[in-house]
């Protein structure tokens, strides 16, 4: 093989692409272990069940906020330096979560949080941009996007052991801290673009440089970027995603306990069931996503009614803990398995020069969900049983599928081909 046809190095994926997947995965264990020890912290804190929803989308109340200035921030002064920020911010932050005295002060720490980590995955869509060639994006967001499940399979059984080991302060800190170590490494081993990276192969360079514009929209202004039809379609399907999902994904560990009646530790590795299911469905997923000719909207619709369907019949239709247990798993599978081809779509749809504020937008609008759902979920159950609110979350979700079918129906097309149909991006259906 000679020097012209050999495989360029991987170097953007065994450097940068798995740092993107821990980084992602240690946030989201970071704001989510709280799940996990919601029953010890009730009682230490005398939080009836409103009060709770209301303490599990404080993270959410921070983290809308930094989206869109998170984005601008990336692409003006650098995702590198975004990132290590946030990171170190959030590291500290899920340290002294189990140390709030009271109410306000937990209330404020989880803000703070959010705030950190709002700006996070907005500087990933700006490494995604420039670092991986139009025809690997599509991948590379998937790895990142693992981490959503996957974290929760990891840390609620792990969170629940030292919760029972020790105590849910002691969880905090020792799932805080990788936090911080990821910070030093980021730094040490990551530039903001490929051209910076003088540790970066000639060849690999090149292939970056020459093909990163692929699947991706023209350069244009942020206002007329923000504001386009399609992005406002996003911003809808993805709000209603996530009253279900982060609903789900905070009061599971509840929910579980409800109808198990185990210990906290038996609970973590129960939760951690529809976890893996869901880290598994994601990988099949997104490998058919990148094969097939259908629109991504449609994939996206069907994940998100098949899961929309199984949290409605866990309501509606009695049974054992194993059915019970059966259909949060399929709910989980339709809840994640479409986030790495949610995020590919909506990459392949926003101007390449405004990728960080565009995918801030989506995130900014979708994470409302994050505040509106788990209080939803708390009102609804009434201060009774959870089950007994948690069926809300389906009807969200089919809502969600709906838009996203409208999307798809309407002609907005992953190809970049439509460049020359308009700002609405509208195409015939083939």
């Not at 959410?60 to 906020?65: P, S, T």
């Not at 849910?168 to 805080?176: A, W």
């Not at 801290?177 to 040490?188: D, K, Q, R």
């Amino acid at each position: 093989m000679t020097a012209d046809t050999a495989v360029p190095p991987r170097a953007r994926w065994w450097r940068v692409g798995v740092l993107l997947f821990l980084i992602y995965l240690v946030c989201y264990a970071d704001r989510s272990n709280i799940s996990v020890a919601v029953p010890d912290m009730v009682e230490h804190l005398r939080l009836s069940g409103t009060i709770t929803g209301v303490v599990l989308s404080a993270f959410f109340w921070g983290y809308v906020i930094t989206q869109v200035p998170g984005g601008f921030l990336a692409t003006k002064i650098g995702p590198k330096q975004v990132i290590i920020a946030s990171l170190a911010v959030v590291g500290v932050a899920a340290c002294v979560t189990g140390f709030a005295p009271n109410l306000p002060a937990l209330l404020a720490i989880r803000f703070v949080m959010g705030l950190a980590e709002g700006a996070v995955f907005p500087s990933f869509a700006v490494m995604f941009v420039r670092w991986f060639p139009g025809r690997e994006r599509g991948r590379a967001v998937s790895l990142t996007q693992y981490a959503l499940p996957l974290s929760s399979a990891l840390m609620a059984p792990i969170a629940g052991w030292m919760i029972d080991t020790w105590h849910f302060q002691t969880m905090f800190v020792l799932q805080g801290i990788p936090a911080l170590i990821l910070a030093a490494v980021f730094y040490l081993l990551v530039p903001n673009d490929p051209a910076e990276d003088k540790r970066l192969d000639p060849a690999e360079l090149r292939l970056i440089l020459a093909e990163r514009d692929e699947e991706t929209k023209p350069e244009s202004g942020l206002l007329k970027a923000l504001t386009r039809p399609i992005v406002a379609g996003l911003c809808v399907t993805y709000f209603l995603w996530i009253t279900g999902m982060y609903a789900f994904g905070l009061w599971l560990p509840t929910l579980i306990k409800e109808i198990s009646s185990n210990g906290i530790e038996a609970v973590g590795w129960l939760t951690a069931i529809p976890y893996a299911f869901a880290t598994v469905a994601m990988y099949f997923n997104s490998r058919w996503s990148d094969k097939t000719s259908l629109s991504r909207g449609w994939i996206i619709a069907t994940s998100l009614s098949v899961a929309g369907l199984a949290i409605l019949a866990q309501h509606y239709i009695s049974g054992g803990v194993l059915w019970q247990m059966i259909l949060l798993c399929v709910a989980a599978v339709g809840l994640y398995s479409s986030f790495g081809t949610w995020w590919t779509w909506v990459l392949s749809q926003v101007p390449r020069n405004q990728a960080g504020p565009s995918v801030g937008l989506v995130n900014f609008v979708g994470n409302f969900g994050g505040i509106v759902g788990p209080i939803v979920v708390g009102w609804a159950a009434g201060g009774d049983s959870l089950a007994g609110g948690f069926y809300v979350l389906g009807f969200a979700l089919i809502a969600s599928a709906a838009v996203a079918a409208v999307l798809a129906a309407r002609g907005y097309d992953r190809s970049p081909e439509l460049e020359g149909a308009g700002d609405h991006q509208l195409v015939s259906e083939k």
